[in-house]
Structures are given as C-alpha cells and as structure tokens.
C-alpha cells in the first residue's frame, strides 16, 4: 500500500510503521545489546548482538533506503564513521578519487591515509572539463567520491556525467548528498552506486545527534563488505540517536521546504548589498551551475549559501560577531540559522577563501534572519 506513497508521506508516517507488541504508532526503544537464542540454535528474528544491529536502528534505515531509491542503509555513529566505512570496505592500495572542494574533515582523513600507503589517491576539479578523465585509471579506480552540492562553495556536480565516466572506467560512484538531503537529490537514481550523508545535519534537523548513512543501489559485494566492517568495529548508531533520528525525519519535508525557501530569499537580498562581494548560492541566475542545480536538484537549490565578505578575512570574522539572531556555530541542516567563518574551522591548508562565512538558513522567520545579518553586516 505504500508503493505510491509520496516522499512527504513516507517520512511523516515513517513507512506507516505500527509497532506489533501495543500497536504504538511510534517504535520503542530497543535497548537490549544481546538477543535470545532458539533452542535449536537459531535467531529466527534476524538480530543477535547490538554492534551487528538493533531494531530501532533498522527503523531509520528502511525509510532512508526507501526515500533514497536503494536496496539498503546502514546508520553509523557520525557521518565521517559513514564516510570512512566506505574506504576502509576498499582493499590496500586502492586508487581512489576525490574532488578538490570536499568536507574538510574527510579530505584531511584521506590525506593521513594515503600517506600512510592505505589508498592512492587523486584529486579532481570536477568543474574543469577532462579533469576527472585524466586521474581515471580504466579498470583500476575503485571508486570516485564527490560531494553535490559542494561544502562550502557551494558548486553542483552533474552526478549523471559523472557516473557514466565512472562506470565506464569500471569504477563505482559515491555521493555524499548531506547537502542535497534525499528530497532535493536522489543521486542513486542519476547512476550512483552509494550515497551518503551526514544525519547529524537535515536528516536529523534539531542539532542534537551525531549520525551517518549510508544508502546502496544495490546489496552487492561492496554493501556486504561495508556491513561486515560496521559489525566488525562497531560504529553503528546508538539506538537512542536512532530513535531521536527517525523523529526528526518525519518533519524533513517541512524544514528542508522552509530552508531553502529562506536561502534562496537571503542569497537574493544580499546578492548586492554593498559590503558583500559575492553569494555563492546555486539558486542564483549568475551560479555557474544554475541551470544544472534546478534540474538535479528538483527546483529548489538547498538551504545552503556562503557571502564573501568585502574587506577580508577580519571584516568577515567581526561580521559573525555582529549577529545576534544568527548562532555562530559549526554544522548546517538545523532549524536555527548558522553562521560560521569557514577558514578557521579548517586551518591554514584550507582551500576555502578567508574572506567566507557560510550560512545555514534554518526555519526561522525569513525578516528577523534578513535584519540581523543586515545590522552586523553594516555595524562591523
Ligand atoms: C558534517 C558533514 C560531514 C561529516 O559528518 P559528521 O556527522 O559530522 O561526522 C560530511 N560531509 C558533509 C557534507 C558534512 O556537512
């Protein structure tokens, strides 16, 4: 009956769920790390001990492979734990791809890696034509990893070309789609093998939970070795997070609508206030990705943007310590608004410009967030 359910439905209802012992509409909290034996040995339930898997866990997993088009989800103990899942499924040495501009805390674990021999790796501008062709090895890449929209720039990758290069190459394709969320982008749809995303941002939306996923196309090799790795070390999602988790997904539809509907009016009012240099903001006409954005990210353009701040590194940082409204703080994808100078957060070898404040538009009313970055813009 749920086949023709829309994504809005899906996620409020949580697939329509009813817990089978009381027929709450609402699914317990499954605290038991370990689980009953049958007298002939089995586990006909399917779960036997908590670091392999847990029912409240497998709740948020299903909507998620649901939403996102895939065969299966596993939910991890933080996106990074998601992430680096992915490449540690991978054997010694593999060659891998990653885009230039990419959540800094990834590319800096990718970096350590391959120093160490782990994986080779590459990088790629992915906004130049034949650049991903180049680093490329037919038949020896394992797998190339990009990131749509991009953190903090904002810039949108065109997944479809990009998995068709792949492919062809014998390669899969990972996206880390936390920006996108699975109601904007549904990159598994566009050629994708994996998508990923950092629930601790849209997914969970209220600030209060770090979490990972992690959804397959299909449940092949790769998702059975990525499995096996999460069972293995254990950074699977706690079942209370899980439980906060699925509570937060019922209302995705509604923040993510109202977050990009703030992001969009923010990014046009200050597109030409005079101490801003630049909005980068797909939503933009003058977006290099425009066009591409509208298409692949069903006509919205996220809740995402960052302003260049006109007189540099210290005119920006005394911007963010003008606002009031605004919280200075790490992260993106809550219902309060964001603002964070992005450089100090990743450090000197930051590709980021130092002059950039990235916002998060949250659900608040759109007017108090415009008047409070127009006061600290004006008051530094
Ligand atoms: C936050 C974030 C991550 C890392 O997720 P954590 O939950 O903080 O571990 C990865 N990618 C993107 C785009 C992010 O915003």
């Known amino acids: 009956m749920t086949k023709n359910w829309s994504a809005a439905t899906l996620l409020a209802q949580a697939l329509g769920e009813v817990e089978s012992e009381f027929g709450g509409i609402v699914p317990p909290i499954h605290v038991a790390t370990t689980y ?97 062709e180049r680093v ?14 991009s953190n903090p720039m ?39 093998d994996i998508v990923m995303h950092s629930a601790t941002k849209y997914l969970n939306g209220h600030s209060d939970v770090i979490a990972g996923a992690l959804i397959f196309k299909r449940a092949d090799h790769l998702f059975h070795s990525v499995k096996s790795y999460r069972h293995d070390v254990g950074p699977i999602l706690g079942h209370f997070e899980a439980w906060l988790l699925l509570r937060g997904m019922r209302t995705l539809h509604l923040r993510v609508a109202k977050s990009c509907e703030n992001a969009l009016a923010l990014a046009t009012k200050f597109e ?25 990210m ?45 450089a100090s957060i990743e450090g000197p070898t930051t590709p980021v410009p130092a002059d950039l404040l990235r916002l998060s538009a949250g659900i608040e009313d759109l007017d108090d967030l415009i008047a409070d970055l127009d006061q600290a813009l004006n008051a530094h």
Request: hydrophobic residues 45%; glycine residues 10%.
């Open 298 to 342: 069903s006509g919205h353009f996220g809740g995402m943007l960052s302003i260049r701040v006109v007189g540099g590194e210290n005119a920006a940082i005394a911007v963010a310590g003008k606002v009031k409204l605004w919280k200075r703080a790490t992260s993106l994808g809550g219902v309060e608004s964001l603002i964070e100078h992005r």
């Open 272 to 296: 030409n206030h005079e101490c801003i240099a630049e909005v980068l903001y797909p939503g933009l006409p003058k977006h290099p990705e425009h066009f591409l954005a509208g298409e692949q």
């Open 136 to 149: 490329l090895r037919p038949q020896i890449t394992a797998l190339v990893w990009i990131e749509t929209p």
């Open 36 to 132: 009953i034996r049958s007298p002939d040995n089995s586990y006909p339930r399917g779960v036997a001990y908590g670091r392999d898997d847990n029912p409240t866990v497998s709740a948020p997993e299903r909507v998620l492979a649901r939403i996102e088009n895939g065969e299966e989800a596993l939910l991890f103990s933080s996106g990074m734990a998601a992430a680096t899942a992915v490449f540690e499924a991978l054997p010694f040495g593999a060659h891998i791809v990653v885009p230039r501009v990419m959540y800094w805390g990834l590319r800096k674990w990718l970096l350590d890696r391959h120093a160490v021999g782990r994986f080779r790796l590459d990088f790629a501008d992915l906004h130049v034509a034949g650049a991903l």
């Open 154 to 192: 904002w810039r949108v990758t065109d997944i479809k070309v990009i998995a068709e290069a792949v492919h062809e190459a014998g390669g899969l394709l990972a996206v880390d789609s936390t920006a996108a969320t699975p109601l904007l982008t549904r990159p598994l749809d566009y050629g994708a």
